[in-house]
């Protein structure tokens, strides 16, 4: 049977079989899905006063005085979808999707499709809503709400209602219409806070006896929640002023913000002694201790660099006294809106004079409240000043508050905060020992599955050098994928019922991907290079372990002969002889870290910039020591005072220069921190770094002899496959005055010729050595010679 169109909307048409209004573009869709299904249809129509339709997001202006708020109430529809559904402008509409059910004020949309449903997105990303959505009238079906119990759905949420949360809930939500299931979102002083509504009641008034009924509880309502739905399923409630609201507890938040932010100190190890000290300064000012009428500073501040535990200890105490904190983060206190942060950080500080006794716990302070400087913002200035207003009227109560702090950057911290009366208790959380990472290694691996002996973490613990308390984490955490890895591998099938256990071999390859953080920046990759790669030079080697080994694995011997390991190496000779080779395999061997400077990085041409960097390679070697610094050519930059053209004042040498003398034998101690400089022309190095507490050592790396000449002929030819008629005693005779590189460069040639005469060639002969000594010749010229003699007489 021909469908019929409807006269006075001629865009429409009425399906005589099944009575559904739809548009004349979906005729074809209709007829072949006679009747609609009417849980998962494919084009929209109206049955039974319902529009069945796709949800859109409303892109258009708001209506003429109309709020953002009032906006998110509303849904727009068609003015023939409200006549033929019965609705008019203003009424409150059911909005039902296959997972949630929604009451909205019906208002007209400007768009020229008749049967579209548009919602605000913020209300369509607050609910979820997808796909297929149902409009129709809520009329007739709606109580007044007695009172509404709602719990935390999101981050930010409150777990308890106080007087300005529940007024800003009934002036927010008064006349709205809600039903159980409903999600409410709340702005609260720049904080999005989302609730869902999980009970409700309704004063139902009689002659004869008042009773309060309460809907069922929030499962039974979610099973109300379905496409079908008609009004007389779910009730809805209407919120009045009189409307009470009530958060209700939920256990289950609130244990996980505990296990969020609540540490034990028997879980932090090796900073006993630092917990104890701040422990000390909290029992007296929380007044726990009988000093008197004497008022003590209030602050505490913890630095130190990043990831090494200072909000975990912090934390950790905090939760030891079992008191009321609050935690303050930048991100929670900056707005775009002036005077918003002030106005925060005033009701934080007032909260907390009405719950003594409690601790504020303000996160990165250099970035909630930066040095003065005249960049400065001023946001920056007025939460400064509001800050250092509250610590001085701190100072003069009796108040049992005591606030902490934490940064990373203690320099960028402005000093009129860091005086007495203020945070004059400064403790730094120092980059652990090697004693310290073995008790943090002990504590975390007491969680994790493992076969590690003691000798085991032992050895770790003395591999990790400049590891913080999160670089060892990030080091359980790839030696545990390791396991799995290493578990997949064997039973790809049933890993789950096999337990995860790590083991040594785990950590090892840990070990080769998990740097110190604050070495990241920095990072070199230093090619693996052992000493058994390198021929000869054995009284070289003996002096870099004396450097860089002995002070690692034997400082009580210092200690013992009253002495300070050398501070620096310098190695010289001709080109070649494997002085930046022997840095790499000293890199390798002492497992600490190693920090390459190379010197055209330096050079800046802007004032100050070039003694910055030199600054910067040894505050973060200090930050990772033990480590070593190596500056190949050192003449580039330790160049000899007043050798250099121009005005030797404004030189930038002559200024990296003085800025790598403080840094060697300046005010800020070194610490187990290593230079290791490479020249080829000591000569041109100014005296004063050559001097004893500088480059204390200074070794010769001489042409090899004929026993290095031939470990190197026989560490090269290994790797070769040559015939029975090279001989290596030959090869060491001929080769008296060759480099070690140029005796690599002999070997390499000899290949060569070998190829060359043949690309499947498989042996290198004689012969191809011969000419390969014809070619490379010795390069390092008599002069070279004599001025390295003479250098060394002249030190000696």
């Known amino acids: 049977m021909t469908p019929k169109a409807r006269k006075s909307l001629s865009s429409l048409t009425t399906c005589e079989k099944c009575q559904c209004i739809y548009g004349q573009n979906d005729v074809t869709l209709h007829e072949s899905n006679c009747p609609p299904s009417f849980d998962n249809w494919n084009h929209s129509f109206i049955f039974n006063d319902t529009l069945h339709s796709t949800l859109e997001v409303y892109k258009a202006p708001a209506p003429t005085n109309i709020s953002t708020q009032d906006l998110n109430d509303m849904v727009f529809v068609s003015q023939t979808v409200m006549q033929l559904c019965n609705i008019a402008i203003a009424d409150p509409v059911i909005i039902a999707t296959k997972n949630s059910i929604l009451v909205k004020i019906a208002w007209l949309a400007n768009d020229k499709s008749l049967l579209s449903v548009s919602l605000p997105k913020s209300t369509i990303e607050l609910n979820n809503l997808k796909d297929l959505i149902k409009v129709q009238s809520a009329k007739g079906n709606i109580s007044v709400a007695k009172e509404f119990t709602v719990k935390c759905a999101g981050k930010h949420a409150l777990l308890h209602m106080s007087t300005d949360l529940e007024i800003l809930f009934k002036n927010s939500n008064e006349g709205k219409i809600f039903c159980v299931g409903n999600k409410i979102s709340i702005s609260y002083y ?238 730094e959380v120092y980059v652990p020992l090697q004693s310290t990472r073995l008790e943090i290694l002990s504590k975390l691996l007491k969680r994790i599955p493992n076969t590690l002996l003691q000798q085991d973490l032992v050895n770790i613990s003395f591999s990790t050098h400049g590891f913080v308390g999160a670089d060892i984490y990030g080091l359980c955490s790839h030696a545990l994928m390791a396991a799995v890895k290493r578990q997949h591998s064997i039973n790809v099938t049933d890993t789950k019922t096999n337990e995860i256990i790590v083991t040594i071999d785990d950590f090892n390859k840990a070990l080769t991907v998990t740097k110190p953080s604050a070495m990241k920046e920095i990072l070199v990759e230093v090619p693996q290079v052992r000493w058994s790669d390198i021929g000869g030079q054995r009284e070289l080697k003996l002096k870099l372990k004396q450097s ?191 480099s070690g590189a140029e005796i690599q460069a002999i070997c390499h040639e000899a290949a060569m010729n070998s190829l060359e005469e043949n690309l499947d060639a498989a042996i290198v002969t004689k012969d191809h050595f011969k000419v390969a000594l014809s070619i490379v010749t010795p390069r390092t010229p008599t002069s070279l010679i004599q001025l390295y003699e003479n250098y060394i007489n002249k030190v000696h």
Not at 206 to 234: E, G, P, Y
Not at 579 to 598: C, D, G, P, W, Y
Request: with cysteine; net charge negative.
């Open 190 to 427: 720049g904080r999005k806070m989302v609730y869902v509504i999980v009970a409700a009641s309704e004063q139902i008034v009689d002659h004869n006896d008042d009773t309060t009924h309460v809907d069922d509880d929030l499962l039974t309502a979610f099973n109300r929640l379905h496409l079908n739905t008609d009004k007389s399923n779910v009730k809805y409630y209407k919120a009045l002023y009189s409307t009470k609201w009530i958060i209700q507890n939920d256990v289950s938040i609130t244990e996980e913000e505990q296990k969020k932010v609540k540490y034990k100190i028997e879980d932090i190890g090796g900073y006993n002694d630092l917990i104890a000290d701040i422990k000390d300064v909290m029992d007296i000012a929380l007044n726990k201790c009988n000093i008197g009428d004497f008022f003590i500073g209030k602050g505490i501040l913890l630095y130190g660099t990043p990831g090494v535990g200072k909000s975990m200890i912090a934390n950790a105490i905090i939760s030891d006294y079992n008191i009321k904190c609050f935690i303050v983060h930048s991100s929670d206190i900056y707005s775009k809106s002036m005077d918003e942060a002030e106005k925060k950080l005033k009701d934080i500080f007032t909260e907390a004079k009405d719950n003594t006794p409690c601790i504020i716990l303000l996160e990165d302070i250099d970035t909630l409240c930066p040095k003065r400087i005249s960049s400065s913002t001023d946001q920056g200035r007025r939460v400064l000043a509001t800050i250092t207003s509250f610590f001085d009227e701190l100072q003069n109560t009796k108040d049992n508050i005591i606030v902490m702090a934490t940064t990373s950057r203690i320099e960028f911290v402005d000093v009129s905060l860091r005086r007495p009366g203020r945070i004059d208790k400064e403790f």
């Open 548 to 738: 860089i080994e002995w002070p690692l694995r034997h400082p009580e011997a210092f200690t013992r002969m009253g002495i300070t390991p050398p501070r620096g190496v310098l190695m010289f000779g001709p080109p070649g002889c494997s002085k930046t080779m022997i840095a790499k395999a000293l890199a390798t061997e002492s497992k600490v870290n190693f920090l390459n400077i190379r010197g055209p990085e330096l050079f800046s041409k802007w004032v100050g910039e070039s003694e910055k960097a030199v600054r910067d390679v040894f505050h973060k070697a200090r930050q990772v020591a033990p480590s070593i610094i190596f500056i190949d050519e050192i003449d580039a930059l330790g160049g000899e005072r007043g050798s250099s053209s121009g005005n030797s004042g404004n030189n930038v040498e002559q200024r990296v220069l003085a800025q790598l003398l403080t840094e060697l034998d300046g005010v800020t101690a070194l610490g187990n921190v290593t230079l290791v400089a490479a020249t080829n022309r000591p000569d041109k190095i100014d005296k004063a770094l050559l001097r004893p507490g500088r480059l204390d050592r200074i070794i010769y790396v001489k042409l090899p002899d004929c026993q290095t000449r031939q470990e190197i002929f026989e560490i090269k030819l290994k790797k070769m496959p040559i015939a029975e008629d090279v001989n290596i005693l030959d090869l060491v005779e001929l080769t008296e005055g060759y």
